[in-house]
Nanobody, 123 residues
């Protein structure tokens, strides 16, 4: 199983980025794919997740209205569109894959992880 994140970078506040998580080695039809972030000195935080079976999205309150998650099951890829980025969004962003579960924000619900991609938002 392999998860590969891409799309991170350095942007100014108010700008946008699209992160992608490409999965291989597992069935993509009935998964929870979650996006997490971890800033220096802080715990890993659940940002958004999607159930690939029905497209149900979940969001951290602080990103609602700014971030949108979507799943392209044909390409086994999940995208996270991040708009109106803020300096407090700066972190390494990871995607995780696991069985769908109520606690989508909890890292322990995910069995597989990518290597992470850095997002830096300057003020």
């Amino acid at each position: 199983v392999q998860l590969v994140e891409s799309g991170g970078g350095l942007v100014q506040a108010g700008e946008s980025l699209r992160l992608s998580c490409a999965a291989s080695g597992l069935s993509f039809d009935d998964l929870a794919i979650g996006w997490f972030r971890q800033a220096p000195g802080k715990e890993r935080e659940g940002v958004s997740a999607i159930n690939t079976s029905d497209g149900s999205p979940y969001y951290l309150d602080s990103v609602k209205g700014r971030f949108t998650i979507s799943s392209d099951n044909a390409k086994s890829t999940v995208h996270l569109f991040m708009n109106n980025l803020k300096p407090e969004d700066t972190a390494v962003y990871y995607c995780g894959a696991g069985d769908p579960a109520p606690n989508w924000w909890a890292p322990y619900e995910y069995d597989y992880w990518g290597q992470g991609t850095q997002v830096t938002v300057s003020s």
